[in-house]
């Protein structure tokens, strides 16, 4: 777990750096150690949902809001994938 958690963390750190730089607001406070980070946004649904299935992202998305779940599988390039498809 502690192996996971370690190559997890930059990938979650990345998201913190960058989302709110784009109008996202996070709720999960930046150097947290949980798997999953969650940002606000308004209408996240209908503003981002073409813009994730058209870059082939999978991400929950809630009505007003974004959560993110990376983990081993996943790897800086997943992240920066991300961050191109909501921008």
Do not use: C
């Amino acid at each position: 777990m502690a192996n996971i958690q370690q190559y997890r963390q930059p990938l979650i750190d990345r998201l913190q750096e960058e989302l709110p730089k784009m109008g996202f607001e996070a709720m999960t406070p930046k150097g947290t150690t949980s798997p999953i980070v969650s940002f606000a946004y308004r209408d996240a649904v209908k503003q981002l949902k073409p813009k994730i299935d058209k870059a082939g992202v999978n991400i929950q998305l809630y009505e007003h809001r974004i959560r993110v779940s990376p983990s081993f599988f996943n790897d800086m390039d997943d992240i920066e994938k991300l961050i191109r498809a909501l921008s």
